[in-house]
């Protein structure tokens, strides 16, 4: 049988695999952390971290989840084009009327920042005559988007006496929940609560309240409140060193590529672009199509190791835009068309988003993140 269509993956060359039952393991894995009046929130912006945002949401959902969070308008219209009906929380933020309008028509619910923000939403919703649920965001640290929060109770109080405006929860984003060292979470948790209780001495009454990430979710129960905003922990993958175990949790996320060539060369011959690998001795070289125009990062070069059949091999030369080279010389009967894994488990071997994430000085949203569209998903 012929390729079907551009999106068969049994014709590409390279792939993204998604393990939704390992998706569905952590998203109960995390709701069993959760006392039974905390809610949980899968965090799908950046097209779910790249896991594919619509599957990813629809599965979370049906694991327990109870809320979605996105980063954009158009992230929220996707679900609801999707057909999804849970409450989307907009965590960025918006300011023009043109995008009131589409946050309301699609019924999604907006973050306030700050009292201009809120003024315009109010503005442009009486003109509608509709009414919005929103979320007011208090900056406790993070020194990001907020009011800040000595300021909370005059915040509050302002949005609760605008038309049209309904305020359904008060948040903050902790900005070191992943470090061991807890001081700043704890000096930002003493603000919230610091707020939160100006805000009730002003009299208004308490909305939903929440404050967690992963980090914080998975490390003390007493900063889950009434939700809690879970993203890289969903996919599988846990926050910092000093998380690992604390529950279980199944990496998602696969990346596939096939042999498209198989060949040998001499010592002394060079490898890809400006010979930064040399071979040392005669060797045997595999071909596979996948490079950094796929997400690949180019400066994982003569760093990356490749799992075939169960062994490491290593990633030889620089990585091209589509394409790289692995020495395969202990495995001299590697036929053209035979899987690699880049990310991912084979036999009793593992290379994760961390593994990578460590050799480059970075983070491992920043690696599930990279994996280009033209890398179709395929749920497994």
Known sequence: MGCESSTDWLCQRAWVEIDL??????????????????????????????????????????????????????????????????????????????????????????????????????????????????????????????????????????????????????????????????????QQHQRFQQAIRTIEAAGIPLPKLHFANSAATLVDSALHYDLVRVGL?????????????????????????????????????GVSYGYQYIADRDLRLAVIGIGYADGVPRNLSNKLQVLIRGQRVPQVGAITMDQMMLDVSSIPDLQVGEVVTLLGTDGNQSISADDWAETLGTISWEILCSFKHRLPRVAV
């Open 233 to 269: 922990a969903t996919y599988g993958l846990y926050p910092a060193p000093h998380c690992q175990g604390l529950i279980d949790l199944k990496p998602v996320m696969g990346v596939k590529a096939r042999v498209t060539q198989v060949k040998d060369i001499p010592a002394g011959t």
């Open 21 to 186: 039952n390992a998706l569905t393991h952590n998203v109960r894995q995390l709701k069993r952390q959760l006392a039974a009046k905390t809610q949980l929130m899968a965090v799908v912006k950046a097209d779910a971290y790249g896991h594919g945002a619509v599957s990813v949401a629809q599965t979370a959902l049906n694991a327990g989840a109870n809320w979605l969070g996105v980063a954009t308008i158009p992230e929220g219209i996707e679900l609801r084009a999707a057909g999804i009906q849970a409450p989307i929380l907009l965590l960025g933020a918006v300011h023009s009327p043109e995008q009131v309008r589409a946050i309301a028509y699609w019924q999604l619910q907006p973050t306030i920042c700050n009292s201009k923000q809120a003024l315009i939403f109010a503005e442009t919703l009486k003109e509608m005559g509709q009414t919005l649920p929103v979320h007011l965001k208090l900056d406790t640290g993070m020194s990001r988007l907020g009011t800040m929060w000595q300021d909370a109770a005059e915040f509050v109080q302002l949005v609760r006496h605008l038309p049209n405006l309904d305020i359904q929860s008060i948040y903050s984003h902790l900005a070191t929940a992943d470090s061991p060292d807890t001081r700043v979470m704890e």
